[in-house]
T-cell receptor
Framework: NAGVTQTPKFQVLKTGQSMTLQCAQD?????MYWYRQDPGMGLRLIYY???????DKGEVPNGYNVSRLNKREFSLRLESAAPSQTSVYFC???????????????FGPGTRLTVL | AQSVTQPDIHITVSEGASLELRCNYS??????LFWYVQSPGQGLQLLLK????DTLVQGIKGFEAEFKRSQSSFNLRKPSVHWSDAAEYFC???????????WGAGTKLIIKP
């Protein structure tokens, strides 16, 4: 199993450009998440998808959109990138299958995004 | 509001010394509690979690944590640290019915030779 994969690993954009970050998981998990990580601020939730076909805003959704394409894939789109969106982006998945013993979030390796 | 506090931004310990990283939370219900580790340039890896039962939880890499409801704490401990433990450690809290986890800001562990 590859676990959670993210592409690309690195990206540099100019202000106003758009791009989509891709995330896929092969663990048959129900829920998926997008976080951004900035120094000294821990992880902040951008959007999440509790199950296939649903998406909800997290703590910092402005400037982002998401698509839960199917159970495996959850993409994050920046329509018009801004320097404030320079960050490291992590995708995660979680079983949420009612079994607490295995309930945790599994993280991808991250995408380092710089917006000039 | 729900919150997680990791009061130490940085901690420096000597290799072979003991370690305790603090985590305090504010949460209405009985929480699930997690500790994750992030090595430089890497994603986050689960160290251990508490969801019920024994309040002393054993994790990977020789770590343990104790849930103290009266103190709203879930401190992470290791009796003897190794240079490879240098990383950033995150505490998080959540519950099954709430899809979101609340994250602390992290504690960066520095190991002195």
């Amino acid at each position: 199993n590859a676990g959670v994969t993210q592409t690309p690993k690195f990206q540099v954009l100019k202000t106003g450009q758009s791009m989509t970050l891709q995330c896929a998981q092969d663990m048959n998990h129900n829920s998926m998440y997008w976080y951004r990580q900035d120094p000294g601020m821990g992880l902040r939730l951008i959007y999440y998808s509790a199950s296939e076909g649903t998406t909800d805003k997290g703590e910092v959704p402005n400037g982002y959109n998401v698509s839960r394409l199917n159970k495996r894939e959850f993409s994050l789109r920046l329509e018009s990138a801004a320097p404030s969106q320079t960050s490291v982006y992590f995708c995660a998945s979680r079983p949420l299958d009612g079994r607490p013993a295995t309930d945790t979030q599994y993280f991808g390796p991250g995408t380092r995004l710089t917006v000039l | 509001a729900q919150s997680v506090t990791q009061p130490d931004i940085h901690i420096t310990v000597s290799e072979g010394a003991s370690l305790e990283l603090r985590c305090n939370y504010s949460y209405g219900a009985t929480p699930y509690l997690f500790w994750y580790v992030q090595s430089p340039g890497q994603g986050l890896q689960l160290l251990l979690k508490y969801f019920s039962g024994d309040t002393l939880v054993q994790g990977i890499k020789g770590f343990e944590a104790e849930f103290k409801r009266s103190q709203s704490s879930f401190n992470l401990r290791k009796p003897s640290v190794h240079w490879s433990d240098a990383a950033e450690y995150f505490c998080a809290v959540g519950e099954d019915s709430n899809y979101q986890l609340i994250w602390g800001a992290g504690t960066k562990l520095i190991i002195k030779p």
